[in-house]
């Protein structure tokens, strides 16, 4: 975090800064929206769970189309008007609400537009990383950029509760709208060349369909990047049964716990992550990547299976305990299994690599929530949370069970 080459790269800290920015107001609003939902609107599990899904939909519908744009054109116009079409779509819930117009259908909309913008910015920044900065300091800068994320998200759940308390959850989101404003402002200010896009596949074809293709080829004929893929996968079914349908519903309505209780269990969750991004280096040379791919997923599996307790026992203890491991080993998960994708994959495919995976992994998303929903309406949501903890376990057999277990070292990163 403090040391390190990237600390004398001023586009890069641009890039870090205006990051670091977004993520802190999208954390008020991770929160702020769904408790608008829930307490204002009245909606129900099966509501929440539609409301998270169409956040996503457009990682499975748009992602592969995403990439070949992220290859075909410069990424970081891209991001720019992704950030602003954020700003403007966010922005309209705090408009609505002040106008007494704000509806649940708003929200959907709001969901789905701000997905579609979020898949192609996603994408695109996950691809423009390795054109800014060197392969060899791709660690260095996934890892900065990982813990100044984390760093805002321990901050900002807390604040969102206790905003939400104070001026309402509709008002709050204002601040997330600002923030895309702001990171689009630092894109601008970005003055390293980005490279002409040169699309073509391996062959020399050109042509959406073909370079589509080798974007899946690129992925589904490596060993490591599709067990990867599988493995992300399947943990962000299980864990958005939970997350992106009942959990909030589960603290809310049954446990009865405050908007400004639950901003502090977000926050506590957060100062994992923070803990998580600051050790992952540390703990990838120690373990090897491999097994820190391995034993975080399971790890972050079996705390996700224990949040149940706490419907018998300490709910705030339980809750934040569970959280704070989920937050420890997710970005030890995602840093290790993010910088080795970057690595040995061509800058040529970057988008298209980045857009397979995305729309594998994040394509489960809207599915967990959406099963959550039904389920958690359906049979409770006590047995969804048990449900979803164990999907989640489960993600950890695609390590354990093929040869990524046994990668040691991060390989070479690839130059051409």
């Given at each position: 975090?403090?040391?390190?080459?990237l600390w004398r790269h001023v586009d890069f800290l641009k890039l870090w800064t205006g990051e670091t920015v977004s993520e802190f107001g999208s954390q008020i609003t991770l929160?702020?929206?769904?408790?608008?939902?829930?307490?204002?609107?009245?909606?129900?599990?099966?509501?929440?769970?539609?409301?998270?899904?169409?956040?996503?939909?457009?990682?499975?519908?748009?992602?592969?189309?995403?990439?070949?744009?992220?290859?075909?054109?410069?990424?970081?116009?891209?991001?720019?008007?992704?950030?602003?079409?954020?700003?403007?779509?966010?922005?309209?819930?705090?408009?609505?609400?002040?106008?007494?117009?704000?509806?649940?259908?708003?929200?959907?909309?709001?969901?789905?537009?701000?997905?579609?913008?979020?898949?192609?910015?996603?994408?695109?920044?996950?691809?423009?990383?390795?054109?800014?900065?060197?392969?060899?300091?791709?660690?260095?800068?996934?890892?900065?950029?990982?813990?100044?994320?984390?760093?805002?998200?321990?901050?900002?759940?807390?604040?969102?509760?206790?905003?939400?308390?104070?001026?309402?959850?509709?008002?709050?989101?204002?601040?997330?709208?600002?923030?895309?404003?702001?990171?689009?402002?630092?894109?601008?200010?970005?003055?390293?060349?980005?490279?002409?896009?040169?699309?073509?596949?391996?062959?020399?074809?050109?042509?959406?369909?073909?370079?589509?293709?080798?974007?899946?080829?690129?992925?589904?004929?490596?060993?490591?990047?599709?067990?990867?893929?599988?493995?992300?996968?399947?943990?962000?079914?299980?864990?958005?049964?939970?997350?992106?349908?009942?959990?909030?519903?589960?603290?809310?309505?049954?446990?009865?716990?405050?908007?400004?209780?639950?901003?502090?269990?977000?926050?506590?969750?957060?100062?994992?992550?923070?803990?998580?991004?600051?050790?992952?280096?540390?703990?990838?040379?120690?373990?090897?990547?491999?097994?820190?791919?391995?034993?975080?997923?399971?790890?972050?599996?079996?705390?996700?299976?224990?949040?149940?307790?706490?419907?018998?026992?300490?709910?705030?203890?339980?809750?934040?305990?569970?959280?704070?491991?989920?937050?420890?080993?997710?970005?030890?998960?995602?840093?290790?299994?993010?910088?080795?994708?970057?690595?040995?994959?061509?800058?040529?495919?970057?988008?298209?690599?980045?857009?397979?995976?995305?729309?594998?992994?994040?394509?489960?998303?809207?599915?967990?929530?959406?099963?959550?929903?039904?389920?958690?309406?359906?049979?409770?949501?006590?047995?969804?949370?048990?449900?979803?903890?164990?999907?989640?376990?489960?993600?950890?057999?695609?390590?354990?069970?093929?040869?990524?277990?046994?990668?040691?070292?991060?390989?070479?990163?690839?130059?051409?």
């Amino acid at each position: 975090m403090f040391r390190g080459k990237l600390w004398r790269h001023v586009d890069f800290l641009k890039l870090w800064t205006g990051e670091t920015v977004s993520e802190f107001g999208s954390q008020i609003t991770l929160l702020a929206v769904p408790t608008v939902a829930i307490l204002i609107l009245h909606a129900g599990p099966f509501q929440v769970g539609i409301l998270s899904a169409l956040e996503f939909l457009a990682f499975p519908t748009l992602g592969l189309v995403a990439g070949v744009y992220a290859d075909r054109i410069r990424r970081r116009p891209i991001m720019i008007v992704c950030d602003l079409g954020r700003f403007v779509a966010v922005g309209s819930i705090p408009i609505a609400f002040v106008l007494n117009l704000l509806t649940l259908e708003q929200l959907y909309v709001v969901a789905l537009f701000t997905g579609i913008f979020t898949v192609f910015f996603d994408v695109s920044y996950q691809s423009y990383l390795p054109v800014l900065v060197d392969r060899p300091n791709l660690i260095e800068g996934n890892t900065k950029l990982e813990i100044t994320r984390s760093t805002a998200q321990v901050a900002g759940p807390a604040v969102a509760g206790f905003l939400i308390q104070l001026i309402g959850g509709a008002k709050a989101v204002a601040v997330d709208a600002v923030s895309f404003l702001f990171s689009a402002l630092a894109l601008v200010l970005i003055k390293t060349p980005e490279p002409e896009p040169r699309p073509s596949t391996a062959s020399g074809a050109t042509g959406f369909i073909p370079e589509m293709r080798e974007g899946l080829e690129v992925v589904f004929r490596s060993p490591i990047l599709w067990r990867i893929a599988g493995c992300t996968a399947t943990s962000n079914l299980g864990s958005n049964m939970v997350f992106g349908a009942v959990l909030l519903v589960f603290a809310y309505r049954q446990l009865h716990l405050s908007a400004a209780v639950v901003g502090v269990i977000f926050a506590i969750t957060s100062v994992g992550g923070l803990a998580g991004a600051l050790i992952a280096a540390w703990v990838a040379r120690r373990l090897g990547i491999g097994p820190t791919l391995g034993f975080s997923i399971m790890i972050g599996g079996l705390a996700l299976l224990a949040t149940p307790i706490a419907a018998v026992a300490a709910p705030v203890l339980v809750l934040a305990v569970t959280g704070f491991i989920g937050g420890i080993t997710s970005p030890v998960y995602n840093i290790a299994q993010v910088s080795l994708r970057q690595a040995i994959t061509p800058d040529r495919v970057q988008g298209r690599m980045n857009a397979t995976m995305r729309t594998i992994v994040w394509g489960t998303i809207p599915v967990g929530a959406f099963i959550g929903g039904i389920l958690g309406t359906s049979i409770g949501l006590v047995q969804t949370l048990v449900l979803g903890g164990f999907v989640s376990l489960l993600a950890a057999l695609w390590i354990f069970l093929g040869p990524v277990i046994r990668l040691k070292e991060q390989p070479a990163p690839v130059m051409a």
